[in-house]
């Protein structure tokens, strides 16, 4: 499925729920065919109240012209690179954080977090009223050992100011080789000053699924983010547990950020009945679509309950947003994040890509997350205490509720 038309060469499409640019990240591959020349805005002078005149391009011209001839440091870009620039700044004008132009360098970054592997701190990042803040670390991260929370805002990177940046150049600059550091200057809501913490980089492997066999026949499930494995591992997980006589299964969602589109549905469909509503997708012009589930589901009558916390975004919101919706478990934690959005990234020819948000999703029920989040059936909370004794309390209590059913 498509939402976008190009007279570039033939991209790529995927549908990501996508929340920021170290993410985990959809939908069918499809092609887009070159559009007709008449059809280019270049050849296009007026289109509804969007007006495009050669005047306009002059501009463009000889503002490049400008650069080429009067600044100070001869060929201090290339022409590659200014028109990459252009490019941002064209897509910057949107003024939505999720939908970001890449050069070919900043698409091979972001290509492996998709593949599961990277370089960095191990945090998902994404911009709330112009600040970079942090979704959640990774589990057993450098950024998590290092106490950085969710809804933690990232005011400097080493000298630099995060707001001066775009959130690729952030990213960038936060991720590097192992081994490396990196010094942040964290503000934090409660207290008083910001303050640096100093990370020393690693490798960040991304375990989608991890699975625990506990006490009285319950099984923890942690699903870290939804890429390419996660339904492979999950359904490995699932089939596992069926060898044996499952009282009750924890979902554990929390700290996960997001990721392919089709994988959430695809995890749904284990849980609910066949052709069930998953999601809600609305685009432009009032177009709208409803997602079900796929197949006969395995696990139709054991008990579940979904972990979520501030850090559960996109694509754990919509898994635990459809088992609210449908009764088929209880959701206990904290509000999720609140990413209702649904992007798109476009391959281009060169390597670069494109990022755009191409529809907003909402619950089974008609209802929307974005900005909100999910309220949980059960609330609670981690305190400070149990932060730092590392006990777990709200796992403590799926279990504690499972064992009492």
């Known amino acids: ?56 391009f002059g501009l463009f011209w000889e503002v490049w012209e400008l650069i080429d001839t009067s ?54 990042l994404t911009v709330i009223d112009k600040a970079l803040t942090i979704v959640s670390p990774l589990r057993d ?12 805002i990232i005011y400097k990177i080493g000298e630099e100011f995060s707001i001066e940046m775009s959130m690729i150049e952030a990213i960038l600059s936060i991720r590097g080789e192992k081994g490396t550091s ?64 499952p009282e009750g299964i924890i979902i554990d969602l929390r700290f996960n950020g997001g990721g392919y589109l089709d994988i959430s549905v695809d995890l749904l469909s284990y849980l609910l009945p066949a052709d069930t509503p998953a999601l809600i997708m609305k685009q432009r012009n009032g177009k709208q679509e409803t997602l079900y589930t796929k197949r006969s589901p395995k696990l139709l009558e054991t008990p579940i309950v979904v972990l979520v916390n501030q850090g559960s975004a996109s694509a754990s919101e919509i898994v635990a947003g459809a088992i609210q919706d449908h009764k088929r478990g209880i959701i206990m934690g904290t509000q999720t994040f609140g990413k209702g959005s649904i992007q ?45 004794e590392l006990n777990d309390a709200q796992k403590q209590a799926a279990i504690d509720y499972l064992k009492n059913l």
């Open 182 to 245: 990196v010094t942040l200057t964290i503000i934090r809501e409660g207290i008083e000053e910001p303050f640096e913490v100093t990370i020393i980089r690693d490798s960040i492997k991304i375990e989608s699924v991890t699975v625990e066999q506990l006490e009285d026949g319950i099984t923890y499930i942690s699903v870290n983010n939804f890429n390419e494995k996660t339904n492979e591992q999950f359904n490995n997980a699932i089939s596992t547990l069926l060898l044996g006589d």
């Open 1 to 56: 499925m498509t939402f976008k038309k190009t007279q570039t060469t033939t991209p790529i499409t995927r549908t990501l729920l996508l929340l920021a640019l170290s993410f985990f990240l959809g939908f069918q591959v499809s092609s887009f065919t070159n559009t007709n020349a008449a059809n280019s805005p270049y050849q296009t002078l007026e289109n509804g109240q969007n007006t495009l005149s050669e005047s306009d």
């Open 141 to 152: 991260s450098p950024a998590e050992r290092a106490g950085l929370m969710p809804g933690d």
């Open 344 to 388: 798109e990234v476009d391959s281009f020819s060169d390597g670069s890509s494109m990022r755009m948000t191409i529809a907003k999703w909402f619950t089974p029920n008609d209802r929307s997350v974005d900005e909100v989040g999910l309220t949980p059936d059960i609330i609670v909370e981690m305190t400070e205490e149990d932060i730092k």
């Open 71 to 124: 600044y100070y440091q001869e060929n201090a870009v290339n022409a590659e690179q200014k028109v990459y620039g252009a490019i941002k700044g064209l897509v910057e004008s949107i003024d939505d954080p999720y939908t970001v132009f890449m050069d070919p360098s900043e698409s091979k970054q972001f290509n492996s977090s998709l593949e599961g592997e990277l370089e960095g701190i191990g945090a998902e």
